[in-house]
């Protein structure tokens, strides 16, 4: 990562799709960060946090939906600086690659979340 700012520059100037795909998991990782923000409850003392083995939903402490949140700082940050690094290493296809599956990553979360919410 010497040539981090070297790379997003040239993403920047040549390769917008990717720099646009970067934008795209940042600001969908902010929305159900705060999403999940929202959803938590403190004064609960047992909420849905989990599917069970044959289909039925598990109880647990709010905490546990703390995963929540920090999965999609993770996904908004972590992911991002991966994928400059992935850029740099193996060129704009596998980056692309790895940013929609980064999305689908999202969006699986927040219909689990959204599914586990409305149990509660």
Known sequence: ????????????????????????????????????????????????VGYGDIGGYRDGAWS?????PTLMILFGVLHNLLVVKIYEKRGAGIAKFFLITTLMLIFGALIVLIRLSSEG
């Open 1 to 48: 990562m010497k040539n981090f700012k070297k790379t997003v520059i040239e993403i920047y100037r040549e390769h917008r799709s990717v720099l646009a795909l970067m934008m795209l998991v940042l600001m969908f990782s902010l929305g159900v960060f705060i999403f999940s923000l929202t959803k938590l409850d403190p004064t609960s003392a047992v909420v849905k």
């Open 64 to 68: 546990n939906l703390i995963v929540f």
